[in-house]
């Protein structure tokens, strides 16, 4: 098989588990629910749990307790792009090819939807209690999903990146690195994290796919300032030159295209040169981290 015939079997894989989690659409909350799954069901590359997965087989994981973390960093994921997308947020009405979640049930419904998202993972991921052999783990991944998922985590990074957006002043390299590290790095990050951990990887194995997942959300998120340049909206499943309206100051926009496709190449080799040391040298992990850094859409 191809890597991308691999990728597309792995994301079946895990779109089946992310489903397995999801809430019934019934009861007086009924429209909450549904807008909850529509959020997470209209598409996506599932890129994180599938990472957490890779890490927690790589370094020697066999158990069911991962599926639950899986569904609930997606949860997270989904969650994130719900808000992302809203009116007083980028205001995109086109999300993965499909209408976003506020132009379907409205602005107020979206927002719950999403609050719901961040909610719901941690209950989702508290249910690994009940299957692990290793309730310390469990807890160690728990804390580390909120972590990341907080104020000094995505949270934090969008905080910064709503608060800086349209300011006269164009951001410094020092807020656009903070900006990016935390809002897509850090999933990336506590997806590696997790999987280290529920495996029970040592502390310093733990750290290296840390820096591992930062360094390929780096180059992920310079890629994906490249491709909103240079694509199109049919082949991106969102609006292109979205940056541009929304006056953003990103890495194309400092430093042009060329250096930084550059940049994205000196990101992506150190954390693949650092896979190399935890054992993932021609790994399906290696693959796929190349597959993300050099992605058309």
């Excluded at 019934?26 to 590359?45: D, P, Q």
């Excluded at 994130?80 to 997308?85: C, G, K, N, W």
């Excluded at 656009?176 to 994290?193: N, V």
Aim: glycine share 8%.
């Amino acid at each position: 098989m191809t890597d991308q015939e691999v990728l597309a079997k792995k994301t079946a894989e895990a779109e089946e588990i992310v489903k397995r989690f999801l809430p019934k659409e019934e009861g007086h909350a009924k429209t909450l629910l549904s807008a909850s799954n529509y959020s997470i069901t209209v598409g996506g590359k599932r890129l994180r749990p599938i990472i957490m997965r890779e890490t927690y087989e790589l370094l020697g994981g066999n158990g069911p307790e991962i599926d639950y973390f899986m569904a609930a960093m997606e949860m997270i994921h989904s969650s994130s792009l719900v808000h992302d997308d809203l009116p007083c947020m980028d205001n995109d009405e086109w999300r993965r090819g499909k209408r976003t979640t506020w132009y379907v049930y409205g602005e107020a419904m979206a927002t719950l939807a999403g609050d719901n998202l961040f909610v719901l993972p941690f209950e989702t991921a508290a249910g690994a209690f009940s299957v692990t052999k290793d309730p310390a783990r469990v807890g160690e991944a728990i804390r580390v999903l909120a972590h990341k998922t907080g104020q000094e985590g995505m949270i934090g990074g969008q905080s910064v990146d709503v608060e800086l957006t349209d300011s006269e002043t164009p951001l410094t390299l020092e807020q656009m690195e903070f900006i990016y590290h935390l809002k897509t790095g850090a999933l990336l990050e506590g997806s590696m994290m997790i999987g280290a951990i529920l495996a029970g990887a040592d502390e310093e194995t733990v750290r290296k796919t840390e820096r591992i997942a930062s360094c390929i959300g780096m180059a992920f998120q310079i890629r994906d300032d490249i491709l909103d340049v240079i694509s199109t909206t049919d082949k991106l499943g969102k609006p292109v030159l979205s940056d541009e309206k929304n006056h953003k100051t990103t890495y194309v926009s400092v430093y042009g295209l060329e250096r930084a496709s550059e940049m994205v190449e000196e990101y992506s080799e150190e954390g693949i040169r650092l896979l190399a040391e935890i054992g993932g040298q021609g790994s399906f992990l290696e693959s796929l981290f190349r597959m993300m850094i050099s992605r058309e859409k």
